[in-house]
């Protein structure tokens, strides 16, 4: 009787254990779908109705090398294998999310070369690296909950990384994906990327404080009055007006404002001096912490994983 029960009881151990493996096995990753405008079927290669700011017509592109052109746009084509793919996903995730959730500004477009609108994009400036790191990556895009991540990048986060509502003036709640954290950026980049200064005259100012509604006629003082997480300038004060500093940045020109990572900001006679780290708005993934990740050894995906919290990299097609 002993023995059938310890028999018994080794039976019942067994399926349990089977049981709670079953039960403990990670659930699949949704996928978005591929939207619908751009779909050619299930699993295959989505095409884009391109605008071409170069030449101002729109041209039929399989996505793929609509990617290839943004990361020879946005990125040096002799940078680290591993961070040209990364980068090469972040580009195909971009794209995906902009077609499923916004309209290009160029009628008959899903998307274009337009950097103002979406990426960067230079095709002449694609070679055999960037075509393996596009074709070693096919189909990769980045995803949480289901969806499309908003693939945000920039060249140089001053050592630390921001949210997007203080990096971008985002309207909408912070994506939980998005993280601040520090940055790797490698000493590579340039000392002028790393840390900056910037002088703009009054009447430059007013004209940027004029175009996004600030309702500042004239100043004597600056000051930042507010910061984020990151230690980002998030609200300067002109002689106590309180003005938004991402908007204020964009308007003044982002690349002579580097970024909100404000290290000083003075008068200096009918001069504005500002002085800052990294170049770029801080959010997500830094190119120059791409480089030195993959410096160190660090795969694409673990690179996007650094910058990107909790999310997954799944294949949208073959």
């Not at 895009?141 to 060249?155: E, R």
């Not at 912070?174 to 590579?188: G, L």
């Not at 964009?250 to 990572?261: D, V």
Request: hydrophobic share 40%; charged share 25%; with cysteine.
């Amino acid at each position: 009787m002993k023995k059938v029960m310890l028999v018994f009881l080794s039976i019942m151990l067994v399926l349990s254990v089977g049981c709670n493996t079953t039960n403990n096995r990670p659930n699949p990753v949704k996928k978005p779908p591929i939207p619908a405008k751009i779909s050619r079927g299930k699993n295959k290669e989505p095409a884009l109705k391109v605008y071409i700011k170069q030449t101002g017509k729109i041209e039929e592109i399989p996505l793929e090398k609509y990617v290839a052109g943004t990361v020879a746009g946005e990125i040096k084509n002799d940078w680290p294998m591993e961070a040209l793919k990364a980068q090469a996903i972040l580009a195909r995730t971009y794209v995906l999310d902009f077609v499923s959730t916004k309209e290009s500004k160029y009628e008959g477009a899903d998307i274009s070369t337009d950097f103002e609108e979406a990426q960067a994009w230079n095709e002449d400036n694609v070679n055999d690296r960037i075509k393996k790191a596009v074709k070693d990556t096919r189909g990769q895009a980045v995803v949480y909950g289901g969806k499309y991540i908003k693939a945000w990048f920039y060249s140089h986060a001053g050592g630390m990384t921001a949210t997007a509502k203080e990096g971008l003036n985002y309207k909408m709640k912070d994506p939980p994906y998005i993280q601040v954290k520090k940055s790797p950026d490698s000493m590579a980049a340039r000392p002028n990327d790393r840390a900056w200064a910037a002088k703009f005259s009054k009447q430059e100012v007013l004209a940027a404080l004029s175009e996004i509604g600030a309702g500042v006629k004239d100043f004597d003082s600056v000051k930042v009055a507010a910061r984020g997480p990151s230690g980002r300038a998030t609200v300067l004060s002109f002689d106590g007006v309180k003005v938004n500093a991402p908007d204020l940045r964009i308007a003044l020109g982002s690349e002579k404002m580097k970024s909100t990572l404000i290290t000083s900001v003075k008068m200096d006679g009918d001069n504005l001096i500002i002085k800052g780290k990294g170049f770029g708005h801080g959010v997500g993934f830094s190119q120059w912490g791409a480089y030195g990740l993959a410096k160190q050894g660090k795969t694409a995906q673990e690179i996007i994983k650094y910058y990107f919290k909790d999310v997954n990299v799944v294949n949208m097609w073959k």
